[in-house]
Structure formats: structure tokens, C-alpha cells
């Protein structure tokens, strides 16, 4: 089963993306900042990860960056899901490392075309 790392620091779209991906017969993990996010993802090796830019402690682009600079982690494609609706911020992600950038709210069917579109890909 695939796995995917949700990240997030607001509960209410963890526990939504969780219930939509499960029913999309997806194992979901999930972290509420960047820091989280990084010993999760060395911990658990998720095959993709789903990353909010802004939390606490550690925003997504730092995570981001350091899980793409990582040898252990940067093989696993990261797709941003934001309301950053700026070209700064999306310029900073891709510099970052991202492989796909989508806005909030997000809509599910893209997000699954998405996800099975990388997932093939890879």
C-alpha cells in the first residue's frame, strides 16, 4: 500500500486529507510542522508527502529543502499544498525542492490525478 505523509499544522485539513487519501486506499502518516515532518519521514520512508508551507517551528520550505538535500529522503516527491497564492512563494518552493505546488482549497479529484500521475512517474 502507498504510503503518504500528510503535513499540516491545522488538524482540521489532517483529519480531511486523511479520511479522503484512506478512502483512496492510501496509508496516511502525518506531521503538524516541518520539524515533525522531517523525523517522520526518515522514520517512516513515506512514498510521497503532501506539505503545507506555513507551521510553526519549521515552515515547508525549510523542511522541503532539507528533506530534497538528504540522500535518504530526497528521492520521495513532495507536493505543496498551500493558499500561498504568490510567485514568490512558489518560486521559493521549487527552488526548494518541490515537485508539484497546489493551492488551497484543494480540489480532491486534481489532488488524486496528481498523486497518481508522480506516483507513475516515479
Known amino acids: ?7 499540516d499544522d491545522n488538524i482540521n485539513n489532517v483529519m480531511l486529507f486523511r479520511c479522503f487519501l484512506e478512502r483512496g486506499n492510501y496509508a496516511v502518516i ?5 520539524a ?18 506555513m507551521m510553526p517551528i519549521m ?3 525549510e523542511a522541503t529543502a532539507y528533506l530534497k538535500n ?12 498551500t493558499a500561498e497564492d504568490s510567485s514568490e512563494a512558489y518560486n521559493k518552493a521549487k527552488q526548494a525542492g518541490c515537485d ?3 493551492l488551497k482549497p484543494i480540489r480532491y479529484e486534481l489532488l488524486l490525478r496528481v ?8
Open 70 to 81: 538528504n540522500p535518504i529522503t530526497q528521492h520521495i516527491p513532495i507536493i505543496v499544498l
Open 115 to 122: 498523486i497518481e500521475m508522480i506516483l507513475q512517474s516515479g
Open 100 to 102: 508539484e505546488y497546489l
Open 1 to 7: 500500500m502507498v504510503k503518504i505523509l500528510v503535513v
Open 30 to 34: 502525518t506531521a503538524m510542522s516541518g
Open 36 to 53: 515533525e515532518a522531517i523525523a517522520t519521514a526518515l522514520e517512516e520512508r513515506p512514498d510521497l508527502i503532501l506539505m503545507d508551507l
Open 59 to 61: 515552515d515547508g520550505f
